[in-house]
């Protein structure tokens, strides 16, 4: 019997300055996405917001500048290059992004586009950290509350050539929820982007752990619903905010199948065996068998 392989890619970018224009940022994307296809990617994932700074880290007060960091279409004039390098690799890619819709809504988002650069299939982030008002005292912000709303498309499963993949965002993934929602849709690959600083303000002594609290909460996810996980970060220090990288590819028995080693732009490239999901599925924790979800209602239950 064949086993159904994938060969993908997480494309880690360094920092993006405030100062860089669209077209340098774009440039870069194309740069990581052909460097990927020399390597054989069929999939390539970006990090969350990869086309600029992170601005829900500082308080944007000039309004021309926050709607600067919207795209209102994707592909728009700004992304087009992209899409087109795309199809001409042939290769498929997700690419997360700050949304505004045409009623001014606005969400962080991903979009999955195929190898015709045709968008497939689009989430919007759900588990929105930080805050809505200004944290004084603190060296940075998580306004992420203040500049999006929650995401209204729920955790949706796209079937793509051979694979069901899943879409989720940088806090996301710290979500038990999160993974077994998108396993129960079906996925197999679940491809996350995150922005994730290097030490929180709020509770400074977890600062030692999240680098370890990035990996175990994708690696608890993707063992615990038998699934492979792409996870792409932001990193390097971005407008004095130091960013984690740890971009990571793992595998459904939960193991780091390939990893970044910098915190800059670069490729990491793993062909995947699909049919071991199907595997870990079956013979590990076997959902229809072995799930209790009459006993699972408190988790279901209306936030308080």
């Known amino acids: 019997m064949s086993t159904r392989t994938l060969t993908v890619s997480a494309a880690q970018l360094g920092p993006i300055p405030r100062s860089s224009t669209r077209a340098e940022t774009l440039a870069r994307l194309i740069r990581l996405l052909e460097a990927a296809a020399v390597e054989g990617a069929e999939l390539v994932v970006f990090p969350e917001a990869a086309l600029t700074p992170f601005f829900p880290h500082w308080l944007v007060q000039d309004e021309a500048e926050l709607r600067s960091y919207f795209e209102e279409y994707v592909p728009g004039t700004g992304t087009q290059a992209l899409f087109d390098a795309a199809r001409s690799l042939g290769v498929a890619f997700v690419l997360g992004y700050a949304e505004v819709t045409t009623d001014e809504r606005r969400f962080n988002t991903a979009a999955f586009v195929d190898e015709g650069g045709q968008v497939i299939h689009r989430y919007r982030k759900i588990h929105l950290p930080g805050f809505r008002d200004v944290q004084s005292g603190t060296p940075f912000q998580n306004l992420e509350k203040k500049y999006f709303e929650v995401g209204d498309l729920g955790f949706g499963v796209q079937a793509w050539r051979n694979t069901r993949i899943g879409l989720a965002i940088c806090n996301d993934r710290r979500w038990a ?21 290097a030490s929180n303000p709020h509770l400074p002594e977890s600062d030692k752990l999240t680098d370890f609290h990035n990996h175990l909460s994708m690696q608890a996810g993707a063992y615990q619903n038998a699934m492979w996980v792409i996870g792409t970060a932001k990193a390097g220090i971005e407008e004095g905010v130091s960013q984690i990288g740890g971009s990571a590819i793992i595998a459904p028995s939960g193991e780091i199948v390939a990893a ?17 999901a199907t595997r870990y599925r079956r013979d590990v924790f076997n959902f229809s068998d072995h799930r209790r979800p009459e006993h699972y209602t408190s988790i279901t239950q209306p936030v308080p």
């Open 260 to 276: 970044a080693r910098t915190l800059g732009d670069e490729i990491v490239t793993a062909e995947i065996d699909l049919d071991m």
């Open 177 to 197: 929820e999160t993974y077994r929602v998108l396993a129960l849709g079906g996925a197999e690959v679940v491809c996350l982007g995150y922005n994730t600083p």
